[in-house]
């Protein structure tokens, strides 16, 4: 998908380079790159990393521009879920239902009448969307670092308020009743808990007084000393071999 964007927008004789390494699948961009290109080469190789070029004029047959030539509808298997699922490629889960989602999704408590509920990085919209579908008069605001996913999110969930923000959002954006999230964890490839911990610490100051914070993550990760830190009540809802589902409840202002 963005091979095709790059490509709608290149003047006659452009080329694009693509960078990426070797455990990234870069190779398999060989494939699509010369779909589009009359040439494609190896421009460089070194330390696992590789430099693709496509060059010598975009074959403007079968070009894909606009968002709307890759959407997809699907449906995730969840009771309550629409079965014509907007998403997009490269959007968190695309297409299927992850194993954490699930998990928080069965796990979520009830929510009260009129309750405005926060789904932090909320991807396509699906926790957004059975926030809103199980409780009433529900306001449902999506945050998410992903513009795309936004883009589905919007098609998902109608009537919700679209958040693009990298991180928590400012506090003026609150308060909220709930936040509800499978948080991001990993920045590129590698493994950053502490993008979960920055949820927990940010949270207070978007909830209301009695407001609760729920989110999956694995459950090997040592949260509950950060959850305390924060938060007047901790608890786990649900877990299986590999995630774990929090609820941290009456947080403490001002830490």
Known sequence: MSLHAAASVLQPGGAILVYGAKDEGIQAALGPLGDLFQETATVSIGDRCRVLKGFGGVAVRGLRTPLVAWK????????????????????????????????????????????????????????????????????????DVDGVALEAAKENVPGSNIHLYDGLPPAEVGPFDAIFSNPPFHRGKAEDPEMIVELIRGAPALLLAKGMLVFVAQRRLPLKNSLHEHFREVSVLAEDSTFRVWMAQEPTKGT
């Open 72 to 143: 997809s509808w699907v449906s995730l298997g969840y009771p309550g879920l629409p079965s014509d699922w907007v998403s997009y490629p490269g959007v968190f889960a695309h297409n299927r239902l992850d194993k954490g989602t699930r998990l928080l999704l069965d796990a979520l408590p009830p929510i009260p009448p009129g309750a405005r509920v926060l789904d932090y990085g909320s991807g396509s919209g699906v926790v957004g969307y059975v926030a809103w579908s199980r409780g009433e008069d529900v306001v449902v605001e999506l945050l």
